[in-house]
């Protein structure tokens, strides 16, 4: 062979070698694992998102919770807490961990806009989700806080079995008792903070 045709075969390797790293960074949302964002008062429920692509994880992506102004003026914020924009990087197996300290469901359903959270990676909009959380009742007091008012709210929709968006704090379509589970620490523990 040439050193020509040497010289383009190279070429054509090193454009595939990066075509296929560059999609295999690529967000897919149909592999990625986005449901809706958990807040608790103090941040006491870590909220995960798995970001997978064509290659696999995607690993040392930069993910940003970005929260509509509906969203935003809608939830309950705990002093300290960023917002509009709460940004992690995901580990080695595509997993970014969030820790929103906050309170207060968010249905996209019943916001102005139709929009809760846009979730971005490396700035692709991979998808549109709603906030759950055990601070799910609103309160006068200025706090975001776990309370009475919460637990027997969210005991009529686990007594019953129904489902209701905002009592489905793992997102899997239905009221049951990884929910509960859930509820149970930041309730037991009366989970609360200042509200900005």
Known sequence: MTTRRLSVLAAILALAGFAASAVAGIPDPSLSTVPNVI?????TIPYNVT?????GPVASANVQLRYAVAGDTSACWCVGQ????????????????????????????LLAGGVAVEVFVNDIKLKEVGQISPDVVATPSGACEVGLNDAVSFTTFLATSTYSFCYDINSDGAVGLTDAVLFTSPAASAANCTEQ
Do not use: E
Not at 39 to 43: C, I, K, L, M, Q
Not at 51 to 55: A, D, E, L, S
């Open 39 to 43: 807040a608790s008062p103090g941040g």
């Open 82 to 109: 960023v917002r509009p924009v709460i940004a992690a990087v995901t580990n080695a197996s595509g997993i970014a961990t969030f820790n929103v300290s906050g309170g207060l469901c968010l249905n996209p359903a």
């Open 51 to 55: 970001i997978v692509g064509q290659g």
